[in-house]
């Protein structure tokens, strides 16, 4: 059997500012972004690097998904972003404005931060350890 994540939805208020924060502000790549209906779009994102994995931007549509915009994991970290070279990707999130909740920590597996996304989705920055890929 051969299995993958394919996608991950990440629900936003509007399409065209969460591809602005995410490939203006964090280096994302925007893979695909299509219409599909008046209010509905096929927007993929997905960091720099070799993986497979996309984020598919959805915009919430009715007052429930509104309100699990950046909390959609009940306040832990949601999203956990590899870098090989973290004082280059922390940097870069210090230069936008990217709120910091957690500082740097040396952990055994790896160099870590914990930052928050313009919705308040917290996300895991971590440069891991040679031996944990």
């Known amino acids: 059997m051969n299995q993958r ?3 991950i939805t990440l629900l936003v208020d509007d399409y065209d500012r969460a591809i602005e924060f995410y490939t203006g502000k ?3 790549n925007l893979i695909e972004d299509t219409t ?3 209010t509905k779009r096929w927007v993929l994102i997905k960091p720099n690097g070799s993986g497979d994995c996309n984020l598919l931007l959805a ?3 009715n007052e429930q998904q509104r309100s699990m ?3 959609q994991t009940g306040g ?3 999203l956990f972003l590899h870098t090989d070279n973290f004082k280059r990707d922390y940097q870069n999130l210090l230069n936008n404005g990217i709120k910091i909740v957690r500082e740097p920590v040396e952990e055994k ?3 870590i931060a914990v930052f928050q996304d313009i919705y308040g ?3 895991d920055l971590i440069e891991p350890t040679r031996n944990d890929s």
Do not use: Q
Request: proline share 0%.
């Open 59 to 61: 915009k919430a549509s």
């Open 5 to 7: 994540l394919a996608h």
């Open 121 to 123: 989705n917290y996300w």
């Open 69 to 71: 915009i950046g909390n």
């Open 26 to 28: 964090l280096n994302f």
């Open 76 to 78: 832990r970290v949601f």
């Open 36 to 38: 599909l209906s008046e």
């Open 109 to 111: 597996y790896g160099t």
